[in-house]
T-cell receptor
């Protein structure tokens, strides 16, 4: 069975600082991995996805994530935080084959301090 | 206009009432999903459908039912609502395992 663990339910960084949101997955088959962002009172928007091509994936708004098979990780980073990055972030895993069912992590709320 | 539209956006109701949440999409996707979001638990899959004649239970289907009225419409029902079904509900659409799902803006449901 697939699962996703996001380390840290709340992360707080200063504006301009590095953002690092951690995601570890378990999957018995090669996975597809996604990061979504949720702004207040909105649905989830795709930030980026890993689908077995390049291991370093670039997404929208300056975010990127690196797939590390040996560490079963897919951490999300952004070099310099902006106030508009304050939101909740979800990591999700989908099977390479078969039914497209996303399994989500519990989410990480990112706060940006001025 | 939104690609995935959920109605209502907010609903407050009483224990024991029947509730229907509706979802429609203009993306032309075959696959549709219902999730619920609870603080600290992320999103959990309730039901999903790969076409009009295909309905599948997710990890937390007890107490819920769905109907896929057309390719573009997928509704979620709570036959007899209970307070622990208070949550934020999302509808999503998709096309395949390697493609992202597209989410509506959610329905905030409160059961008193």
């Amino acid at each position: 069975a697939q699962s996703v663990t996001q380390l840290g339910s709340h992360v707080s960084v200063s504006e301009g600082a590095l953002v690092l949101l951690r995601c570890n997955y378990s999957s018995s088959v090669p996975p597809y991995l996604f990061w979504y962002v949720q702004y207040p009172n909105q649905g989830l928007q795709l930030l980026l996805k890993y689908t077995s091509a390049a291991t370093l994936v670039k997404g929208i708004n300056g975010f990127e994530a690196e797939f590390k098979k040996s560490e079963t990780s897919f951490h999300l980073t952004k070099p310099s935080a902006h106030m508009s990055d304050a939101a909740e972030y979800f990591c999700a895993v989908s099977k390479f084959q078969g039914a497209q069912k996303l399994v989500f992590g519990q989410g990480t709320r990112l706060t940006i301090n001025p | 206009d939104a690609d995935v539209t959920q109605t209502p956006r907010n609903r407050i109701t009483k224990t024991g009432k029947r509730i229907m949440l509706e979802c429609s999409q203009t993306k032309g996707h075959d696959r549709m999903y219902w999730y619920r979001q609870d603080p600290g638990l992320g999103l959990r899959l309730i039901y999903y459908s790969f076409d009009v004649k295909d309905i599948n239970k997710g990890e937390i289907s007890d107490g819920y039912s769905v109907s896929r009225q057309a390719q573009a419409k997928f509704s979620l029902s709570l036959e007899s609502a209970i307070p622990n079904q208070t949550a934020l509900y999302f509808c999503a659409t998709g096309t395949g395992s390697n493609q992202p799902q597209h989410f509506g803006d959610g329905t905030r449901l409160s059961i008193l």
